[in-house]
């Protein structure tokens, strides 16, 4: 009871007297002392922590500096931190619209631009031989369940087939090597399935919020879908390694390796530094 006391007492009344100390001891609004406290990355723009629209932001900057009676003389940084920020939060939003859109999007066989991209899967993951027919058992030498693999892509969309693509076209031969990890007799594992479950495990993270950490931290400006690409990449290629390094006894097991793997990604973006970032190369 009384620690409810306290707390309304704190909330009601002490906090803004505090702030309103600070402020005349300073010189600086709660926002400026962020801005300039803080390092840029997820530490600064989540506690700056603003709703607004990303139509209106330049609009909503300098309403924020107005009504904080900010001058930008006195802080010539305070407009440029808080914008990112600002892009940074407005951006995150918008990022998790597209890739929904994307998710939504159900590949289509009779779509000649999700037919070439499939297609194009093929040819970058097994240059040296020619796919027989469009439907064939060879897809199953990516790791794809059936003849046809438009079916293994019904929970995650045309976004499973995205991100399975920009891997192997920018990051081509980790893409090869992960491959052939996957085509092990003793240790392998549905490449292409297991892609398309850890489309689902970024996806997942992204609605939840656990990404921001990751998104905050290394993109200054507005998070877009090459960046959720990049982060899907960091999980393929990281995934692999934690795998091959873990020896399951068979995929039977994957279920349960899966979520190790999860709960290491999870602890990670828990981070104030969080950067899921692939250190190896892309071709681009």
Known sequence: MLGYIWQYVYTSFLRYWLKWLIRQATGKCELQRICSECKPGATRTAKAALETSKDNLEQCVDQIMKEKNVKPQKDPQFKASLNICLLQITGYSSLYVSVEDLRKEVFSADNLEHEAMLLKLWDLLMPSVKLESRITKQWGDIGFQGDDPKTDFRGMGLLGLINLVFFSENYTMEARRVLSHANHPKLGYSYAIVGINLTEMAYSLLKSGAL??????????????QHFHQLYCYLAYEFDKFWVAEEPESIMHFNQYREKFHIIVKTHLQEPDASLTLTVSSKN
Request: hydrophobic share 20%; proline share 14%; glycine share 8%.
């Open 212 to 225: 921001k950490p990751h998104f905050y931290n290394t993109v200054q400006g507005t998070p877009e879908l």
